[in-house]
């Protein structure tokens, strides 16, 4: 199939806010620097779910959405060497080129070799691989894992262990690598306090990670009362569902009360903009850290007074757990392949 334009199936959306549909579609060659996976499994992530609604400012249509995939690499294209055929893969949404002021500032997991193109929904070259209906298909997130083929840049895929389970390790594509980056590459929570916000993939692996590097308390907070098993079941020591504060009583200051002056570290993982407040708001005074992971819609505004800064909250927040996709996924990988506690929660 090398070389050739591949038909196969792929969920389509063709505008903001429609339902997905399984359509046959083209998937062209692989050009210069780029590398054409069959995909064999893909999580749904909630930022596939928000594109779709039409809520992202980046949403462009019709588009292959999917971030979270584990395939094999069917063929590569010219000037490819860290993946060749038959490898076991991961595509990477944040890209890894280690070329760029990003890549090479030390300090970030940001790339900026391929973010343009990829937030207009393009290969690196302005062109998309994808046809249906003799229509050119929009990429999404540098991934489009939502088809049985696709292509992405050779900075966005790192190959891993084949003998991984690509139904498991396929997660590492986004939602537990975020979780788990967004605890391991912050400092100072073994031994402390953590409050966190929605038990969704991102919160239940925000408090497995947290449990597994020693948390000293980790309080889940979330409004639908089934998350209380599921929290626990993972790490949490405490479940508040702020639903059922007593009326009047805000979140913050409940939190703040029951901790005895403010938790060490908080996480948002709901994208919803008024948590994120409280989970600065509820950051012990002179030193707590908030961290926001999730994604707020197109128009959303943070705010807080900004006595909760001066008097030394910190708000903060990372993508993609600040993991650099193509150096440290092979590791988690084996991590896991051996079982080791870190991954308790898979
Ligand atoms: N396109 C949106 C922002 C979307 C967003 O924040 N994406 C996260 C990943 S969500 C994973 O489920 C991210 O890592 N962003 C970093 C980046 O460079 O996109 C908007 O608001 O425009
Ligand atoms: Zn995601």
Not at 36 to 49: A, N, Q
Not at 159 to 186: H, M, S
Not at 286 to 313: D, H, N
Request: proline share 5%; with cysteine.
């Amino acid at each position: 199939t090398a070389g050739k334009t591949i038909q196969c199936k792929a969920a389509i959306c063709w505008a903001a806010g429609e339902p997905l549909k399984i359509e046959d579609i083209e998937v062209l060659p692989p050009r210069a620097h780029e590398v054409r996976i069959h995909i064999l499994y893909t999580g749904i992530c909630h930022t596939d779910e928000y594109t779709r609604s039409g809520k992202d400012p980046e949403g462009v249509f019709p588009v292959v959405l999917g971030h979270e995939g584990g395939g094999i690499v069917e063929s590569v294209g010219e000037g490819v060497t860290s993946v060749a055929v038959g490898d076991h893969v991961i595509p990477l949404y944040t890209a890894e080129c280690r070329e760029c002021k990003f890549c090479k500032s030390g300090k970030t997991n940001l790339c900026g070799s391929v973010r343009a193109t990829q937030g207009k929904g393009l290969m690196p070259d302005s062109t998309s691989r994808f046809r249906c209906k003799g229509q050119d298909i929009h990429h999404f997130m540098g991934t489009s894992t939502f088809s049985q083929y696709t292509v992405v840049a050779d900075v966005s895929v790192v190959a891993v262990n084949p003998k991984a389970p690509l139904d498991k390790v396929c997660l590492l594509g986004c939602g537990i690598t975020t979780a788990w980056g967004a605890v391991v590459k912050q400092p100072g929570i073994k031994g402390s306090s953590v409050a966190v916000f929605g038990c969704g993939a991102i919160g239940l692996g925000l408090i497995a990670t947290s449990s597994m590097v020693g948390a000293s308390r980790i309080i889940a907070v979330d409004t639908n009362p089934n998350k209380e098993a599921w929290a626990r079941k993972f790490g949490a020591s405490d479940f508040v569902n702020p639903a059922k504060l007593p009326e009047g009583t805000r979140i913050q200051e409940y939190l703040v009360e029951l901790t005895d002056g403010g938790l060490d570290y908080t996480f948002d993982a709901t994208g919803n903009v008024h948590v994120m407040r409280a989970a600065l708001e509820c950051c012990h005074k002179g030193w707590g850290i908030s961290t926001i992971i999730g994604v707020a819609a197109a128009g959303q505004e943070i705010s807080t007074r900004p006595f909760q800064l001066v008097t030394g909250r910190v708000w903060r927040g990372s993508a993609f757990g600040g993991v650099k996709g193509r150096t440290e996924l092979p590791g988690l990988v084996e991590d896991y392949l051996q079982g080791l506690p870190r991954h308790a929660f898979w």
